[in-house]
């Protein structure tokens, strides 16, 4: 599961990948509109930032924006900012460089190797997934339920 950190970060990156017209975005007016607790917006954001996915400016007329256009930004790249590597299993892990205490060989371990697959499969998707992509999905959705004519008596 991912945390709600990288689900806000989502939830606020939609949120201002859809409203184009405004060039940099207040946290009070993100936080309000999306649900988003304001203190904890505010350290999403910065760590948003901080990996190159928005940029800041102070003053009149700043806040955040995008740094890049949403068809540039994947998925993985924002979950990853929170989660660091998507690893499953602690021996899989980059950061972690830990091996499982309970493997007695972890060359042949065949939960290493299963876990590893699913792990490339999980990155595979939502490395390929922009935030362009997913506010594509959801309207293509939304658009498609309010079409469902009910026929029921």
């Given at each position: ?74 998925i993985?790249?924002?979950v ?6 998507l ?11 830990a ?6 060989d ?23 997934v ?11 959705e ?12």
């Open positions: 599961m991912i945390s709600m950190r990288s689900k806000y970060a989502l939830k606020a990156l939609g949120y201002m990948s859809r409203t184009s017209e405004k060039e940099s975005f207040l946290i009070a007016d993100i936080a309000q509109t999306e649900g988003i607790p304001k203190k904890f917006l505010e350290a999403i954001l910065l760590t948003l930032k901080n990996n190159g996915i928005l940029s800041s400016r102070k003053g009149p007329g700043g806040g955040y924006s995008l740094a890049k256009a949403p068809a540039q930004v994947t993985g790249a924002v990853r900012a929170f989660e660091g590597d690893a499953p299993v602690q021996c899989l892990s980059e950061s972690a460089s091996s499982c205490p309970e493997c007695a972890e060359d042949t371990c065949g939960i290493k190797l299963v876990m590893a697959d699913a792990g490339n499969a999980f990155a595979s998707v939502l490395d390929s922009t935030l362009a992509d997913m506010l594509q999905r959801s309207e293509f939304r658009q498609r339920r309010q079409q469902v004519v009910d026929f029921t008596i």
